[in-house]
């Protein structure tokens, strides 16, 4: 099992910006094959006037297959296949 989390920063073109943490769970099913969660993540909404929105954002479940590792010359080669979940708030 792995976690990772993160912080992301976007500017709009109206002067304002959002800011969200991302994290997400990944668990191997096989050397080849694993099962993602995205787990909902706090966002903080600000437009060019100063008028902020915060929430939360969907989650999402996938499933990755890599057919191909990383080689000298290739590198590695996968088949996704995922689900957003509406979790969010309006």
Sequence with gaps: MQSDFGWFLQPASDGGR???LPSSVRYGLSPRM???WGLPSHIDQRDGSGVRQKGISDQSLSVLYRFHEQG???PAFAFSYG???PSANP
């Design 34 to 36: 694993e099962l993602r």
């Design 18 to 20: 959002q800011w969200m």
């Design 72 to 74: 000298r010359l290739t």
């Design 83 to 85: 689900a957003k979940i």
